[in-house]
């Protein structure tokens, strides 16, 4: 698996299915849900429902589950080098990540869902929700514009998962977009992605604090030669994930 570090120009606020739990990542099945935690399913995970941090990639808010040919980008806000969101590699497609404080009570969702779709509009394009892997989702197509001049549409696929007090947002793009078998590699690592909330009160819609794995260096170098990812230099993260 490779590490990278990606750019973003700003920081990205959250304008933002039923499994077989046999076949489910590790974690404490039957568990009682908390208060606010709308997920339909097992996955993506709590930090309190599994048993350790082993084999995870530890980003801070978020706990990677390695798998073959992933590739992972870091997306850094430019103006204070904060990390704002990660990327997921995978055949040819991407997910980005981002986990957002929530309230106890209520998610925040629905309400994601309907100003990702208002922002959409405004920049001419058009909206669609569809029942997914894990529940509505929403599929967005912006105008675009080819190498070759003509014009088209660049696709993103919007994914969103109420936790206990956290919600994650989730968006693939490329084929995963709008193809359902290129999407499935990717599907199944977002069930995997375990959320670090943490106790400190944050208001809703905050971002949960990203970094950079403990045993990368300061240089973006390995700080290990063995089977630890690599940190790879800069690059510009995926435009379609600025809506919103």
Do not use: C
Request: charged residues 30%; proline residues 7%; negative net charge.
């Amino acid at each position: 698996m490779v590490f990278g570090r990606g750019k973003k120009s700003k920081t990205e606020r959250p304008e933002a299915a039923v499994i077989d739990e046999e076949n489910a990542a590790p974690g404490q099945a039957g568990a009682e849900p908390a208060k606010g935690d709308l997920r339909l399913s097992k996955g993506p995970w709590d930090i309190d429902e599994i048993e350790d941090r082993d084999g995870y990639v530890d980003l801070g808010a978020l706990l990677i589950a390695p798998a073959e040919g992933l590739q992972l980008r870091l997306e850094v806000e430019e103006a204070t080098q904060r990390v704002v969101a990660v990327t997921m590699d995978l055949a040819g497609s991407s997910l980005q990540l981002q986990a957002f404080a929530a309230p106890r009570s209520e998610g925040l969702w629905e309400e994601i869902r309907e100003q990702i779709s208002q922002s959409v509009a405004s920049q001419g394009g058009e909206t669609e929700e569809v029942s997914g892997t894990f529940g509505t989702e929403l599929v967005a197509k912006l105008p675009a514009e080819a190498a070759d001049g003509s014009r088209g549409f660049r696709a993103a696929r919007f994914m969103g998962v109420d936790g206990p007090r956290w919600f994650l947002r989730g968006v693939l793009g490329g084929a995963a977009a709008l193809e359902k078998e290129a999407a499935a590699g990717l599907e199944e690592l977002f069930r995997q992605v375990v959320v670090v909330r943490g106790d400190n009160p944050m208001p809703p819609r905050e971002l949960l604090q990203l970094r950079l794995p403990k045993d990368a260096t300061a240089s973006g170098q390995p700080a290990a030669p063995h089977d630890e990812p690599s940190v790879q230099r800069p690059e510009r993260g995926p435009e379609i994930t600025q809506i919103g």
